[in-house]
């Protein structure tokens, strides 16, 4: 007698089991329907990077470039 537990999931037409399993035609299977809470996506604030690309050209960019010249010696 095999008495076998595997995880699967129903892909609208069948039930599709997540490792091999083999099975003879016409065996008996127990099929234990699990409850389904899809995954919420994760929203990204997209605001929170709007504007960054901005600020770092305008000052950071600017003032590190700045500091390299005042110490050229060429």
């Known amino acids: 007698m095999m008495l076998t537990a595997v995880s699967g999931y129903y892909n ?4 599709v089991t997540e490792e091999k399993v ?12 699990l409850e389904y809470t899809p995954e919420k996506k994760k929203k990204v604030d997209l605001s929170s990077y709007m504007g960054r690309g901005a600020k770092l050209f305008d000052s950071d960019a600017n003032d590190y470039v ?3 010249r005042s110490d050229d010696r060429v």
């Open 12 to 15: 609208g037409e069948h039930i």
């Open 66 to 68: 700045r500091g390299l």
């Open 22 to 33: 083999d099975l003879i035609t016409g065996q008996k299977v127990i099929i234990t329907i």
